[in-house]
């Protein structure tokens, strides 16, 4: 037997336009780069080097009770600004290799630094410096080591080829931050490999920033949604940039695939710029040494900032909005760091707010924090 036909009628247009009613429109959804999409804004911390003098090794194996080492004291009091934000990043100037313990020139810092960096609330590292190869391909295996011992991620020198072909990734408010580590120097010493530490040139400033911009590149291409691009550049002391570090800037800011550029290495601050609209760090100065006008050092090699980068993600275009600072003084004796500013009791601390200022400036889109 035949199935029966429906013996409905057909719908008149005044019925069939009734029913269209009644059927719910498709929801819609924001797409990529669609104003609709609520924009996400987190804010990523950077901070200067961390150069562990002698004088800072023998404070930390006093502040652990003379059983290893402990250098979160000297970090308590800029923690909100590492912990309390959605991202810190720190550089890791010094190898922490086997083997003894050793300072200026050759440094071998202890491996607890890693630790430390991990309960100071750092998330990542970048490890290439001008120091990296102290202590060979030991020192780096030993650095790297560390931080994958308290999960702390890190780039820039590798123990292995393959770990150096490998984009280094950050996670934030569900987007994929790429993160790249370079060099213009290693004081003469040469790489076991050609993979040990990423490095460039300082006088073949076209050549380090492709190199740079190939890393970026391959991060881009594995999916990160920006770059942060993080260098140890320029000359130790001089409170502006070289026309080697200008190149290279140029080059990157230029590069869609780069999204912001921050430097340390000179041991002192140099002024924040925004170069093709994007912002350029060139130097943080020392975040902690032993460094200072004690030691026959410019007094402001115990200044240093922590710049804050205020990211805003908005559909598929994730850039810096603003640059913020936190100006900062290391106290000598103790190694406490502590924030600087115009309003501070201390005139040291005065002082070293007026110095910072002055140089890394208060202009369009960055200044310090208020």
């Not at 490998?166 to 993979?195: C, M, Q």
């Not at 707010?353 to 400036?361: A, F, H, K, S």
């Amino acid at each position: 037997m035949r199935p029966r036909r429906s013996r409905t009628p057909p719908l008149g247009l005044a019925a069939l336009a009734a029913a269209l009613l009644l059927v719910p429109a498709a929801s819609a959804k924001p797409v990529a780069g669609d104003p609709a999409a609520k924009a996400k804004h987190f804010t990523v911390s950077a901070s200067g080097d961390l150069l562990m003098h002698r004088p800072l090794l023998d404070r930390a194996h006093s502040n652990a009770g003379g059983n290893g080492y402990d250098f979160t004291p000297f970090f308590e009091r800029i923690k909100r600004y590492i912990a309390k934000v959605d991202l810190g990043l720190c550089h890791a100037e010094t190898p922490m290799g086997p083997g003894p313990i050793t300072t200026y020139p050759i440094f071998n810092t202890p491996s607890d630094l890693a630790q430390s960096i991990r309960r100071s609330g750092w998330d990542a590292c970048s490890t290439a410096s001008n120091h990296s190869l102290d202590g060979g391909q030991r020192g780096i295996d030993g650095t790297v080591d560390a931080f994958d011992d308290v999960g702390v991620k890190h780039t820039g020198s590798f123990a292995s080829k393959r770990e150096s072909k490998e984009p280094t990734f950050l996670r934030v408010r569900g987007l994929k931050i790429g993160f790249v580590s370079y060099t213009d120097a290693t004081n003469g010493l040469s790489a076991p490999h050609s993979w040990s530490v990423n490095e460039y040139a300082a006088s073949d400033p076209k050549a380090g920033a492709k190199a740079i911009i190939r890393d970026a590149r391959k991060a881009r291409d594995q999916g990160a949604d920006a770059v942060i691009v993080q260098l140890h550049w320029g000359d130790e002391n001089a409170q502006r940039p070289n026309a080697s570090q200008m190149a290279v800037a140029k080059k990157l800011t230029d590069a869609k695939v780069v999204t912001v550029v921050v430097g340390q290495g000179p041991h002192v601050v140099q002024p924040i710029e925004r170069i093709n609209d994007k912002f350029v760090v060139f130097s943080e100065g020392n975040l902690v040494s032993n460094q200072g006008a004690s030691t026959g050092l410019p007094v402001a090699t115990q200044d240093g900032i922590i710049a804050l980068l205020h990211f805003k993600a908005e559909g598929d275009e994730v850039t810096v909005r603003r640059v913020t600072y936190v100006p900062t003084w290391v106290r000598l004796g103790d190694y406490v760091v502590l924030p600087a500013k115009a309003s501070s009791n201390a005139s040291a601390l005065r002082e070293s707010y007026r110095r910072t200022v002055r140089v890394v400036g208060d202009g369009r889109g960055f200044g310090p924090v208020r």
